[in-house]
Each structure stands twice: as C-alpha cells, then as structure tokens.
C-alpha cells in the first residue's frame, strides 16, 4: 500500500464526478497524487515555513 498516493473510486451504480465543483466524467475515477503539481499563491504575511513540513493525515471516517 501507498497511502493514498494512488486511488481509484467506483461506485455501483455509476455516478458522475465533479473536480472542484466542475463536472469531470464519471465513476470510476482515477487520482493519483503528484509531488510539486499543485501552485499556491501564498501572502507574504504567512510564516516562511509553512509549506516546509509534512502534512499530518486526516483522521479516517466512514
């Protein structure tokens, strides 16, 4: 296992998908995580380290 570095949904029956509030097809959905894809614009007022330490995993609910 990967930690959820690479997940694939599906759903019975199919259903459609939304990424970001946009429609995106439908079940099964495919995500994978990419180090670096992601581009934040950051205020200078954040602290200098905030993006330096690993993020901390969400509790799982079901």
Known sequence: MDNGRDVTIRSQPIM???T????AGHTP???Q???GA???????TAPADLFTQPGEPL???S
């Not at 970001?20 to 429609?23: K, Q």
Request: proline residues 22%; contains cysteine; negative net charge.
């Open 59 to 61: 509790p799982f609910q």
């Open 38 to 44: 992601l581009r934040l614009l950051v205020p200078d």
């Open 20 to 23: 970001d509030g946009e429609p």
């Open 16 to 18: 459609p998908a939304h």
């Open 29 to 31: 959905v495919h995500c």
């Open 33 to 35: 995580i990419k180090p």
